[in-house]
């Protein structure tokens, strides 16, 4: 896994460089970064409302933070920095920020081999930051984030006039996949992917839709008329029933798999298929719905059985649960209409780094911990690292 270098959100951020021209500046770049992160973690959506926590807090920030200046940064200076800051470099920073919080977690996301070797959930999807669409294209940022946790590991932002598809080898690029399998949804299933990703040491879980028609009708075709004999099933074929009650609604999980098209798909790497069917029972209604995905995984038959890759895939619904709903619904994302020059990005990774503060420090209840830090700015301060800091 990529090395460790900060303990702290502040040491990533120190590390952010200061991109003004020295002429006219009336504030640290540190400074601007630290109140900004510190709005975030308070619960502040939007640029006017950081300005505000930030007029209505003077006094505490300019005493804890040792400011000399009788005011802070307006919400011009606010926007000004986010639309300006260096993105490339603030998302390696806070990259290198989150290998730390994993650290202290090892054992959230991941499973347990057949064979008895650990491996490292992460999962691969994209998000739109639709609060800008009102003003044209709304920015698209991939992520790959840790099943479990819901870390924030990597994001990168899709080129315009592109698709998630060519981002995703960007955003994997130079990392050290050992002990890990990344998941990803049937748009990121290419075969450049997963070739990238056994070259990295790494292993995928990919599910396969009608996008990838050969491999999507070999799949269907093996489980729905499959061809071995029963003396050959137990080595060919592997079952399992998972029953869940919850939420008002009763489901069976069955997940099937075989190394049978190993040899016969032209896929890198490609060891076992899998089939998952869903049936789901709403309790209120009495509705029943039915739903059938296909998978491939380079995982082998003595690493990985139908326990193993339904954890997988049950993971890697860690990046929409934990991650883009929650800055979508809790963070405000959706409803913030912030869209000039890198704000938007910028905004979205350091809701990342801050959803990874929380996740470190415990909170499942996000909204809670909202509440928490933003009764206290010390608390706060302290949760970014900034205090005892002298800005």
């Known amino acids: 896994m990529d090395r460790a270098q900060y303990s702290t959100l502040l040491e990533a951020l120190k590390d952010v460089p200061d991109p003004r021209k020295a002429r006219g500046q009336r504030y640290a770049w540190l400074l601007l970064l630290v109140l900004i992160s510190s709005a975030l973690a308070s619960g502040q959506r939007t640029a006017h409302a950081m300005a505000d926590w930030v007029r209505l807090h003077t006094v505490e920030l300019r005493e804890a933070l040792h400011v000399s200046r009788a005011r802070l940064a307006s919400e011009a200076t606010l926007r000004r920095a986010l639309r300006v800051i260096d993105l490339a470099v603030l998302e390696q920073r806070l990259s290198q920020f989150s290998v730390h919080v994993v650290a202290e977690?090892?054992?959230?996301?991941?499973?347990?081999?057949?064979?008895?070797?650990?491996?490292?959930?992460?999962?691969?999807?994209?998000?739109?930051?639709?609060?800008?669409?009102?003003?044209?294209?709304?920015?698209?940022?991939?992520?790959?984030?840790?099943?479990?946790?819901?870390?924030?590991?990597?994001?990168?932002?899709?080129?315009?006039?592109?698709?998630?598809?060519?981002?995703?080898?960007?955003?994997?690029?130079?990392?050290?996949?050992?002990?890990?399998?990344?998941?990803?949804?049937?748009?990121?299933?290419?075969?450049?992917?997963?070739?990238?990703?056994?070259?990295?040491?790494?292993?995928?879980?990919?599910?396969?839709?009608?996008?990838?028609?050969?491999?999507?009708?070999?799949?269907?075709?093996?489980?729905?008329?499959?061809?071995?004999?029963?003396?050959?099933?137990?080595?060919?074929?592997?079952?399992?029933?998972?029953?869940?009650?919850?939420?008002?609604?009763?489901?069976?999980?069955?997940?099937?798999?075989?190394?049978?098209?190993?040899?016969?798909?032209?896929?890198?790497?490609?060891?076992?298929?899998?089939?998952?069917?869903?049936?789901r029972l709403i309790l209120k209604t009495g509705q029943v719905s039915h739903e059938t995905t296909y998978g491939i995984t380079s995982l082998r038959a003595e690493q990985a059985g139908p326990v193993q890759l339904e954890t997988l895939c049950r993971g890697h619904w860690t990046i929409e649960n934990r991650v883009h709903h929650v800055r979508d619904v809790t963070m405000g994302e959706d409803a913030n209409q912030t869209h000039v020059g890198h704000a938007p990005h910028a905004l979205a990774a350091l809701r990342n780094a801050i959803l990874s503060l929380f996740r470190r420090h415990a909170w499942t209840n996000i909204a809670a911990a909202f509440r928490h830090y933003g009764a206290s700015v010390e608390r706060v301060l302290a949760l970014i690292g900034a205090l005892p800091a002298q800005l």
């Open 105 to 279: 977690t090892p054992s959230a996301g991941t499973i347990q081999t057949t064979s008895g070797e650990t491996l490292q959930g992460q999962a691969v999807d994209g998000k739109a930051l639709r609060g800008a669409r009102a003003y044209g294209a709304a920015p698209h940022l991939v992520s790959l984030v840790r099943h479990g946790s819901g870390v924030v590991l990597a994001e990168t932002a899709v080129a315009e006039k592109s698709n998630e598809i060519t981002a995703v080898p960007r955003l994997l690029a130079g990392r050290d996949l050992s002990g890990t399998v990344t998941t990803m949804d049937a748009m990121h299933t290419q075969k450049t992917t997963a070739q990238q990703i056994l070259d990295q040491g790494g292993h995928y879980v990919m599910v396969v839709k009608e996008n990838q028609p050969e491999l999507y009708h070999a799949i269907q075709l093996l489980f729905d008329q499959p061809p071995w004999l029963e003396q050959e099933r137990a080595a060919e074929y592997q079952v399992k029933r998972f029953p869940d009650k919850g939420h008002g609604r009763h489901e069976v999980r069955t997940l099937e798999c075989s190394p049978t098209l190993s040899d016969y798909l032209d896929w890198p790497g490609v060891s076992l298929v899998f089939r998952r069917r869903c049936e």
